[in-house]
């Protein structure tokens, strides 16, 4: 299945990390301190290219959001989120 956002939002992919302490328990999402969600664009609206031409997000970019912007979905058992351009803290450059 694919996802087409409409307009200014954004499709991401949740990273799956875990997380596992010194003596080799992981932890559940829910174990973890809040923070900054991350991600990989997976697909991007009509409109997210800015005036200059120049879109702030491509697909493919690993991203860093707010925990509670957008709306989470799961499709085939992957998690996704989708939100608006404006939602997206940063770009993680490798």
């Not at 559940?28 to 997976?42: F, K, L, Y």
């Not at 690993?62 to 979905?73: E, L, Q």
């Amino acid at each position: 299945m694919k996802i087409r956002p409409l307009k200014d939002k954004v499709a991401i992919k949740y990273f799956k990390e875990e997380e596992k302490v010194k003596s080799g328990i992981v932890l559940p999402d829910t174990a973890r301190e809040e923070r900054p969600q991350q991600g990989e664009v997976i697909a991007v609206g009509a409109e997210v290219t800015p005036e200059n031409g120049e879109a702030p997000v491509k697909v493919g970019d690993k991203v860093i959001f707010d925990k509670y912007a957008g709306n989470k979905i799961t499709i085939d058992e992957e998690e996704y989120v989708i939100m608006s351009v404006d939602d997206i803290l940063a770009v993680i450059e490798e």
